[in-house]
C-alpha cells in the first residue's frame, strides 16, 4: 500500500462516511463512528450515507431493506445528525456510487484488494461462496467517499485499511489520468476512545451486528434493563479493576468496559481508574450500566419516535438524496470526462 502524500488540494473540506443497514445499530457504531459524526458537523460539510448497496453483499432482505434503512436514518437523527445542516441519503438513491465503483474496480490491483482483511474475516472458510459484491465492498466504498470528493471520513478502526485502500485508488487514478489534484487523498477520523469496542463476551472480537449473540453487544434501542443485564453478564475476572493503565494488561474484556466507561463520559481511562480502582466488578459494572442508559435512552426514545413517522424519515432521505446528487453528478460527469468516456 502506498502511504502517498497528495500534492496541493484545493477543494472544498468535505465529510463523508456511512453505516449498513444490516442490523440495528450498536454502541461501537455510536462511539466509533456516528458521535464523531454529530461533532464534525459543527467543522464541515458533512454527507451521511446509508449503504444499502454494501449490505446486499452479505444477502438479499427485500422485506425489511427499507425499514432498516429508515431505522439506521432515524439513529442519525435522534443521535444529533441535523437533517438541515447535513445530507441523509440512501446510497442507492444515487445510482452515480455504482458506476464509479466500476470504474474503480479497473483502477484497484487485484493484489490490492485481496489483502483486505475484513473480507477474509466475513467470508469466513467458504471465501468461494461469497458474493463477488462482497469481495469488491471496499472497491464500492472508494466510490461512496470519492465521489463527493470527501477529504475525510469519521469511521472506526475496523475500517482503517478499507480507507487506505480508498486513498490508494485516489492517488492511482490521479496518477493514470495525469490529473494531480482530482480526488482528493481522504483522511480517516479514527482516533479518540471509542475507535474500537470489543464484544462484551470476547475481548478479541469486535462488538459487532452480525454477531449471532445479542449479548455480545449494547444495541442503540435497548432499554435500560437489557443494558444492566448484559453489562453484569459482560466477562469479566475475579480480579477487583486496576488501580492504573498497566494493570489492564492481559486483561482485554476489563480494558474494554472501562474504555466503554470513558468513551461515554468522555473521560480519560485514567481517570476512570482513579475512581473504580481496587473496586470490585459489582459495583463498577452497575455504574457502567446506568451511565449508558442514561446516554442511550434518550437516543433510543427519539429513534422509536421517528421510526413511527415514515412520512417525515422519507421527506428527509428524499431531501437529502436530492442535496447528494446536486453534489455527486457534476463530479460524475468529471471523472467520465477524465476517462474520456463517450458524450453526447
Ligand atoms: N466495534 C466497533 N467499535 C468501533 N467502531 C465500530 N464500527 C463498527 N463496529 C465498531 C464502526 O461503525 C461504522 C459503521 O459500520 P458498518 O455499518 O459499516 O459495519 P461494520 O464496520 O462492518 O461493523 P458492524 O456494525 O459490526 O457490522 P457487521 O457485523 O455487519 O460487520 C464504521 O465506521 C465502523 O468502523
Redesign the pocket.
Known sequence: MTDAVQPQYKGPQRVF????P??GL?L??Y???LQKFVRLQDQYECIYCI?DL?AITIGPDPQNLANRCREVAAAYVAAGVDPKRSTIFIQSAVREHTELAWIFNCVARMGWVERMT?FKD?AGKDAQRSSVGLFDYPVLQAADILLYKATHVP?????KQHLELSRDIAQKFNNDHDAPNFFPLPEPLIQGP?????SLRDGSK??????PSDMTRINLTDDADAIMSKIKKATTDPLPVPENKEGLAGRAEVENLVGIFAAVTERRVEDVLAEFGGKGFGVFKPALAETLAAKLSPIAAEMRRLTADTATLDAILRDGAEKARAVAQPIMAEVREVVGLWSA
Open positions: 462516511s456511512g453505516m449498513q444490516t442490523n450498536h461501537g457504531n462511539l466509533g463512528a449503504v454494501h475484513q466475513k469511521v472506526g478502526e475496523d475500517q471509542g475507535a474500537r469496542i470489543m469486535k462488538m459487532s451486528k452480525s454477531d
